[in-house]
């Protein structure tokens, strides 16, 4: 049988030191290999550097996902997050056909990092853990943890570097430690960077099955058995019950069933958010979809050819493609590097330049604004909020839970604004654009609450929310950071007036004024009362009226209050 272990010795395959680090003795010398491979926002088995490692070179490779605390967090917020959910079990589900297609399956762990490794790596007998870097604070402070545990029970760590196209401490060493405080700083430090590495070899590309998952656990069969058992449960009378209500015991770890993939109902959705039919508007998870996603997005070529040119404003564009890579770029469905290289290629293919010539930076375009706010946000655990983060200024913002509770419920009566919140609630989607005006409006536009409010609920409802992109949007766009001087006051009027000229993008998510003529929809508080009778929408009755009664007041106040 064709396996991963010929690759190693294959002088063509690449360098794994180009992509990984390694925290302990390298698999070589005598003994069974057992490695775990740890799946995180890395769902996907191409450019999976610290995979590809572990498969290259174990004899049996466990494949893991851990259902950890966001679990509670579900729980509390069942509804809102529902789209995110499915999302993920789409990815998980996915990801585990691709694995059991080479042969292997995906282990799904209920409970948290630490106390599950804890019990399990011994309990395993693994000898290695590999993953992939996550470069938030948060991130890295968990992986920091679990390395350091997993160097206590005497398990090297294989750690690879794909979330982002650079790493960061790569960066920031070329930029002498400095922080680049401007995206056009950011772009200078790239230059003399160069380019990214290039994505490693897929999975499915090296071999037909991976090392198999060892047998299942047995007293007999299981060497680390007795070890893992005694020094998981001896403290815990056997039973541990993790934070997120899930039971921790031996026999959970014993039973190969209980690491099957999640149920929505599992996840506390209910029968029919559970039943959903996929629409082409929600956006389903996983690698064969992003790929799929990719190839469209590539096939776009005048997209690249044009790039730069002024979008034509139409309510098309502001529904989500067949083409759009952030959500599976947040879950890592979807390689940076591997979009970031076949965005090369295809711009030497149309442009017909040498490779000595590398392409300017622009046709990366928002990849590189995400590679930014990574950056920006890396060392910095208070990037989501105005205390203790050096890059946010100290606006004094207000907090009424009314004016929140409009915004986010789209209750706000401007129904451009409700349009936007409603499709973020439905699809956990919204075009840039459409984002851009929910955030002006909510703080420095109109509103004038906090944004880190804003931010949370972003997090929960969208599906592409990674923490740097997210919060670094959302301290941006409020006016906190990185560029403050908003010349004009917003309209959410003339905005949506701009994007969505023939209202189709409101009727279709606030239907209850699609009857409306399309001069009134976008301020139907101006519409007679006789065309509100005859669209059969009373405002105030059927469309809340709107929550400021002067939407240029309230603007100019914010102005004044931002000035001050
Ligand atoms: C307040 C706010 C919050 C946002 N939060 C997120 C978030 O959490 N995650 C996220 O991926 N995008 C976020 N965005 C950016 C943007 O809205 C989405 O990335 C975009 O809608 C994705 O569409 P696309 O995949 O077709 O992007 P494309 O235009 O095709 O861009 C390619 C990729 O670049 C990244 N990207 C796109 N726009 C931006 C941007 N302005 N800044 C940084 N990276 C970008 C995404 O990963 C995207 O898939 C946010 C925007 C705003 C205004």
């Known amino acids: 049988m064709e396996r991963m272990q010929s690759c190693i010795t294959d002088s063509n395959s690449p360098n794994d030191d180009h992509w990984m680090t390694l925290d302990g003795p390298a698999m070589s010398g005598g003994g069974v290999k057992h490695a775990v491979h740890w799946f995180r926002r890395d769902l996907r088995l191409h450019d999976n550097a610290s995979l ?6 174990a004899d049996n490779l466990r494949c893991v996902f851990l259902l950890d605390c966001q679990l509670e967090r579900h729980q509390q917020h069942r ?14 589900r996915d990801l585990d056909e691709s694995l059991r297609r080479l042969g292997s399956r995906l282990f799904v762990v209920r409970g948290q990092p630490l106390e599950a490794f804890r ?12 993953f992939e870097e996550d470069c938030t604070p948060l991130g ?4 920091s943890a679990v390395t350091k545990l997993a160097h206590e029970l005497g398990v090297t760590v294989l750690r690879g570097c794909s979330q982002t196209l650079y790493s960061q ?12 405080l401007t995206f056009a700083k950011f772009h200078r430090l790239l230059l003399t960077v160069g380019s990214p590495p290039a994505p490693c070899p897929s999975l499915q590309d090296e071999a037909a099955t991976l090392p198999p998952p060892p047998p299942p656990l047995t007293p007999q069969l299981h060497p680390g058995f007795h070890r893992g058992l005694s020094n998981s449960f001896s403290n815990n009378n056997k039973t541990s019950s993790s ?22 109902g599992e996840l506390g959705l209910d029968q029919d958010e559970a039943n959903y039919q996929p629409t082409p508007v929600l956006i389903r998870g996983g690698e064969t979809e992003a790929l799929a996603r990719l190839t469209r997005h590539m096939e776009r070529r005048s997209w690249v050819a044009t790039y730069g040119g002024k979008p034509r404003y139409q309510s098309q564009l502001l529904m989500p493609s067949g083409t759009c890579l952030s959500s599976h770029l947040a879950f890592g469905c979807l390689s940076p590097k591997l979009v970031y290289a076949q965005l090369t290629d295809l711009y030497r293919k149309i442009k017909g330049g040498s490779s000595a010539q590398p392409p300017p930076l622009h046709i990366y375009g928002e990849l590189l604004w995400r590679e930014y706010l990574y950056l920006t946000a890396h060392a910095n655990p208070n990037f989501d909020r105005l205390e203790g983060n050096p890059m946010c200024l100290p606006i004094p913002w207000c907090r009424d839970q009314a004016a929140f509770g409009a915004w986010s419920t789209a209750r706000t009566g401007v129904p451009w604004i409700d349009a936007i919140m409603t499709q973020i609630r439905l699809e956990g989607w919204a ?28 997090e929960q409802l969208l599906i592409d929310a990674e923490w740097p992109t997210n919060n670094g949007l959302w301290l941006w766009m409020s006016g906190s950071a ?3 001087a908003f010349g004009c006051a917003y309209s959410p009027v003339i905005a949506g007036r701009k994007l969505d000229p023939q209202g189709d993008y409101i009727r279709h998510y606030l239907p209850q004024l699609a009857r409306l003529p399309t001069r009134y929809l976008h301020e139907p508080w101006l519409a007679p009362p006789a065309v509100q009778e005859v669209a059969g929408c009373i405002i105030g009755r059927h469309y809340p009226a709107p929550m400021l009664p002067d939407l240029d007041e309230a603007a100019e106040s914010c102005a004044s209050r931002l000035r001050a």
């Open 79 to 92: 509804y809102l997050a529902a789209n995110k959910w499915r999302f993920l079990v789409d990815c998980l």
């Open 482 to 484: 990185f560029f403050q």
């Open 431 to 458: 075009h840039p654009y459409c984002r851009y005006s929910a955030v002006a409006f909510l703080t420095r536009g109109h509103l004038f609450q906090n944004w880190e409010d804003g931010a949370k609920l972003f």
């Open 243 to 264: 934070s997120n209500g899930n039971t921790c015991n031996a026999a959970s770890f014993i039973d190969e069933d209980a690491f099957n993939l999640p149920t929505l």
């Open 140 to 143: 890295r402070d968990r992986d």
């Open 52 to 57: 590809l490692a572990a498969a290259r070179q």
């Open 119 to 130: 019990r399990l790596l011994p309990l395993w007998g693994a000898s290695h853990l590999s």
């Open 169 to 180: 401490q790569v960066l920031m060493q070329a930029s002498g430690g400095e922080l680049p």
